[in-house]
Each structure stands twice: as structure tokens, then as C-alpha cells.
């Protein structure tokens, strides 16, 4: 199965937690002070919120595809590779509170764009690995 994935950066997690709480029927899976996720099967997506990126700007942060297996990770690698597309592999790496395989890309209108498979649970919230300096100028408040 794969899922949709969506981080929306917020000006106050508190306040927005209650919203998608409501908005959803339901409490996230994970919640942390700086960390929200709501893992949904109807529609199947993982929806998360994290604080406003470094330039203070609310609003999507990325989106992305979660898959269950690596082979469909290493695709979109091969794919975004022979296409010539600015991308970024991120092998074995900690951040919103897991471990994760993933590729980070963006389109022409430079949308953050992360594929993934989660392996594992972390107490980690950011990675060490600084994306941002190589795709995009405005840091990503997930995994940068």
C-alpha cells in the first residue's frame, strides 16, 4: 500500500492539534511538542504538522509518498536519476520520530517532494544530514 503523504507547517501546534483532532475524528498516532501525526485510511493518508519552517512561513511544507517496501523507494531514485531531477538520497536516517529510508526531490516550482519507507520508531526529531543545502534555500521544519 502506499500513502499520501503531507506536512503543513503551523504558528502553534497546541491550537492545531485540537483542529485536526476534530477535523479527523481522532487523536494522532504520534505527539510530541514540536510533532503531530495522524495516520489515515480513509482517505490513506499520513498528515503531519511541525513548527513553522525557519522563515516563520505557515502553510504546506512538503508532500510526499510512504511506501511499504524499499524496492519502490530505489524506483523513484532510478526514476528521478535517469530524468536528470534534482534529488537527494537519504539512506538509513532518524528524523520525525523515525527511521526511515528515503529521496527528497522537488518539481520546477521547487515543491519539496519526500518518498520514504519507514523502518522503525525514533526519539529523534531532526536528522544530522542538511538537505535543504542541496535542493532547496528555504529549510524544510521536517528532517532538515
Known amino acids: 500500500m502506499k500513502r499520501f503523504h503531507v506536512n ?6 497546541d491550537e492545531s492539534v485540537k483542529f485536526y483532532n476534530d477535523l479527523f475524528n481522532r487523536e494522532p498516532l504520534v505527539l510530541k511538542h514540536n510533532y503531530a501525526k495522524w495516520t489515515l485510511d480513509d482517505p490513506a493518508v ?29 524506483g523513484t531514485i532510478e526514476r528521478l536519476a535517469s530524468g536528470k531531477h534534482r534529488h537527494h538520497v537519504q539512506g538509513d536516517v532518524e528524523c520525525c520520530y523515525s527511521r526511515s529510508s528515503k529521496v527528497w526531490s522537488s518539481d520546477p516550482q521547487d515543491v519539496k517532494w519526500e518518498h520514504f519507507i519507514t523502518v522503525g520508531s525514533s526519539e529523534q526529531f531532526e536528522s544530522g544530514e542538511d538537505v535543504d543545502e542541496k535542493l532547496w534555500e528555504v529549510k524544510s521544519s521536517c528532517c532538515g
Not at 499520513?46 to 530505489?74: C, K, M, W, Y
Open 46 to 74: 499520513n498528515f503531519s504538522i511541525t513548527p513553522a519552517a525557519i522563515d516563520g512561513r505557515p502553510g504546506v511544507d512538503h508532500l510526499g509518498i510512504q511506501f511499504d517496501e524499499q524496492a519502490d523507494v530505489t
Open 8 to 13: 503543513v507547517a503551523v504558528k502553534d501546534i
